[in-house]
């Protein structure tokens, strides 16, 4: 069984500061990993991914993330935040092994404030 | 590249009535596709799986007879909402993968049943 804790149901940070958002992991073998973000009534956006390589993913937006096996996570980083970043996140992990079904975790919202 | 569409994206039905949403994958082949349910402030819910030309497979608890897939190209995958009821309300989301690392995902649709 795989399974992700988002362990802050909201974040809030103001803007041009730093911004982290939590995610760890449960997943036998090797985990793919990935971030999305989620405006109001919309669909999920693709931000980035760990497959394998270098543990620091770069992905859109200027977020990027931190694979972290020992202690099975990988959170979201944003340097400088902007109010336009409030939404609401979501991590997924899935096995290596396992097919492509993606397990999500409960989600995070985001709120910048100026 | 990688655009997943929904249609309708709203849509409002009386009980009783059924309601069929389509996902499609605009620029590439999904041999398989996703449908997810989504309700307010929660994270998405994994409703089954269909892989092209097969029958669909279903999560537990989600009855096949109420929520019909078709996966009938490699392209278009349907979901119908059979007699449908208020509890049915709520926001679908389907995606589309077309390999074992991605999954696009589409816009979303908004049922609501009166």
């Known amino acids: 069984a795989q399974s992700v804790a988002q362990p802050e149901d909201q974040v809030n940070v103001a803007e041009g500061n730093p911004l982290t958002v939590k995610c760890t992991y449960s997943?036998?073998?090797?985990?793919?990993l990935f971030w999305y973000v989620q405006y109001p009534n919309r669909g999920l956006q693709f931000l980035l991914k760990y497959i394998t390589g270098d543990n620091l993913v770069k992905g859109s937006y200027g977020f990027e993330a931190e694979f972290n096996k020992s202690q099975t996570s990988f959170h979201l980083k944003k340097p400088s935040a902007l109010v336009s970043d409030s939404a609401l996140y979501f991590c997924a992990v899935r096995a290596s092994n396992a097919g492509n079904m993606l397990t999500f975790g409960g989600g995070t919202r985001l709120m910048v404030k100026p | 590249g990688a655009v997943v569409s929904q249609h309708p994206s709203r849509v409002i039905c009386k009980s009783g009535t059924s309601v069929k949403i389509e996902c499609r994958s605009l620029d590439f082949q999904a041999t398989t596709m996703f449908w997810y349910r989504q309700f307010p402030k929660q994270s998405l819910m994994l409703m089954a799986t269909s892989n092209e030309g097969s029958k669909a497979t279903y999560e537990q608890g989600v009855e096949k007879d109420k929520f019909l897939i078709n996966h009938a190209s490699l392209t278009l995958s349907t979901l119908t909402v059979t007699s449908a009821h208020p509890e049915d309300s709520s926001f679908y989301i389907c995606s589309a993968s077309p390999d074992k690392y991605e999954q696009y995902f589409g816009p979303g649709t908004r049922l609501t049943v009166t």
């Open positions: 997943v036998s073998g090797n985990p793919y």
